[in-house]
C-alpha cells in the first residue's frame, strides 16, 4: 500500500482533472477550494485506482468520493454503491450527491432500515446510478432476492471503522462478496485498526492510501475542558453550563435511556432540548436535527449514533455528559463543534473512578486535558429524583473494547437499527 503525503500547496478544483460540467455545479454551490482530503483523493480516484482515506468526519470526504464516482459512471456506466453505518449519514450522503448530481441528470436511491421498503424498492426500479445504503437493509434485500447488485462498478465503504464498531462486519464481507470483482474501491475510515487493514487487504487491488490528519488527532481550533464530577451532581453542572453558555449545545450521553432522561431534565430547565438516539423513529429522529440546525431546538441530546451522523455549523459547546465507550469515539464527538474553521469548545464529565479513561483519552489526542475546578452548583432539588445514568449495562473500560463489539453491546444478533 503506498502512502501520500499532504502537498503544502492545494491546487484549484479545476486542477484535479474534474469534468467542466462538474466544475460549474461547484462553483454554483460555492465549493471553491479543494480541501486535503478532496485534494488527494479526487485525481486518483478519477484515474480509477483503489483508495483508502484515513481522515475525520467533517473534512469534506463526500465531495472527495462523490465527484470521482459520479464522472466516472457517467463515462463508464453501471452503478456505485455508497455504505454507511447510519441513516443520518446516508441521507446526509444523498443530500451532497443531490446537490451536486441533481442538475446532471444524477438519480440515487437510499436503502436504509426504519423507512418505507415499498418506497426503496420503486427508488430502485428506477435504475438508479447511485445507492447509498446501510449494510443491514441491504442485505436483507438481497437475501429476499429484491435487488442485485451485478451492475456496480464503483465501492465506497465510508466512516468503515463505526460499521465494524456497531457489528456490520458480516454484512459488509457479504455485499463485498457479491458485487463484480472488476470494480473500484473506496475506503474511509478515521482510525486504521486491524480489521480495517484486513478488508483492504482482501477487497481491495493496490489500494493509495492518504491521510490527511493523524489517526486520533483532535480538532485543532477546539478548546477542551474536564470536569471530576459524582454522578449525582452531573445534571446540576450540566444545568449551570447551560445557563453559562450562549449558542446551540449538542450533550453526548453513553446510552439512549441516559438522552431522554437528560433531554427531559433540560426542558424542565427551561431550555428547548431534542433527544437523538436509536430508540426514536426515523421521522423524530429527522425531526429533532432539522430542529436544532434551525435553532427550535437550543440543545440536542444524543448518543454516539450522532457522533459522526451530524453536520451542523455553529454548534457553539460540546458537552460530554457520559465519557464514549472508546476513545475515538471522544475525537468524533469534539469535532461537531469547531467546523468551518470556527473555534469551538468541549467540556466532558468524568467520574472520579474514570481517570484511567482519561488518560486513555490523552494518548490518543497527544495532549494533557485541562481539569476544571467544580463551580458552584445550583441546590440539589428537594425529593428523591429519578437516576440519569442507569443503562441495562456496566460501563466497562476503553481496553479491548475496539473491534470486539460486532454482538451489539448486549449480546445477541449484531445492531442494524443505526
Known amino acids: 500500500m503506498t502512502h501520500s503525503q499532504e502537498p503544502s500547496n492545494t491546487p484549484q478544483f479545476s486542477e484535479l482533472g474534474i469534468g467542466q460540467n462538474f466544475l460549474d455545479v461547484l462553483e454554483a454551490n460555492h465549493f471553491t477550494t479543494p480541501t486535503p482530503i478532496q485534494h488527494q483523493v479526487i485525481p486518483a480516484a478519477l484515474q480509477g485506482k483503489d483508495v483508502v482515506g484515513i481522515a475525520q468526519t467533517g473534512t469534506g470526504k463526500t465531495l472527495a468520493f462523490g465527484i470521482p464516482m459520479i464522472q466516472r459512471l457517467a463515462l463508464n456506466k453501471g452503478q456505485g454503491l455508497v455504505l454507511l453505518p447510519t441513516r443520518e449519514l446516508a441521507l446526509q450522503v444523498d443530500h451532497v450527491f443531490q446537490q451536486v448530481g441533481k442538475s ?122 474536564m470536569f471530576i464530577v459524582d454522578k449525582s451532581a452531573k445534571i446540576r453542572l450540566l444545568e449551570k453550563l447551560l445557563k453559562e453558555s450562549p449558542g446551540s449545545i449538542l450533550v453526548f450521553s453513553r446510552t439512549k435511556y441516559g438522552a431522554k432522561r437528560i433531554a427531559a431534565a433540560v426542558n424542565r430547565m427551561g431550555h428547548t432540548a431534542a433527544e437523538l438516539h436509536s430508540n426514536r423513529s426515523l421521522s423524530q429522529r429527522k425531526a429533532a436535527l432539522d430542529g436544532f440546525k434551525s435553532g427550535k431546538y437550543r440543545v440536542l441530546v444524543a448518543t454516539d449514533i450522532a457522533a459522526r451522523g451530524i453536520d451542523v455549523t455553529g454548534i457553539s459547546l460540546v458537552i460530554n455528559y457520559d465519557l464514549p465507550d472508546n476513545s475515538e469515539d471522544y475525537v468524533h464527538r469534539i469535532g461537531r463543534t469547531g467546523r468551518a474553521g470556527r473555534l469551538g469548545k468541549a467540556i466532558s464529565f468524568a467520574t472520579p473512578d474514570e481517570r484511567a479513561n482519561i488518560r486513555e483519552i490523552e494518548r490518543l489526542i497527544r495532549k494533557t486535558l485541562p481539569i476544571m475546578g467544580l463551580p458552584e452548583l445550583p441546590p440539589a432539588p428537594a425529593g428523591p429524583q429519578p437516576a440519569l445514568e442507569r443503562s441495562p449495562a456496566g460501563r466497562g473500560s476503553f481496553q479491548g473494547r475496539r473491534g470486539h463489539r460486532s454482538p451489539g453491546r448486549h449480546g445477541g444478533p449484531p445492531r442494524r437499527r443505526h
Do not use: C
Not at 104 to 111: D, E, F, K, P, Q
Not at 134 to 140: N, S
Not at 206 to 218: D, K, N
Open 104 to 225: 446532471l441528470g444524477l438519480r440515487t436511491a437510499v436503502i436504509m432500515g426504519g423507512a418505507s421498503a415499498h418506497q426503496q424498492m420503486q427508488s430502485m426500479g428506477k435504475r438508479p446510478h447511485v445507492i447509498i445504503a446501510t449494510p443491514g437493509r441491504l442485505v436483507d434485500f438481497l437475501e429476499q432476492k429484491k435487488m442485485s447488485l451485478n451492475q456496480i462498478r464503483v465501492v465506497v465503504l465510508d466512516e468503515a471503522d463505526r460499521m465494524l464498531d456497531i457489528g456490520f462486519m458480516p454484512q459488509i464481507r457479504k455485499i463485498m462478496d457479491t458485487v463484480p470483482r472488476e470494480r473500484q474501491t473506496m475506503l474511509f475510515s478515521a482510525t486504521m485498526p486491524p480489521a480495517i487493514a484486513q478488508i483492504a487487504a482482501k477487497y481491495m487491488s493496490l489500494p493509495l492510501r492518504i491521510e490527511v490528519a493523524p489517526a486520533g488527532t483532535s480538532a485543532a481550533n477546539v478548546e477542551q475542558e
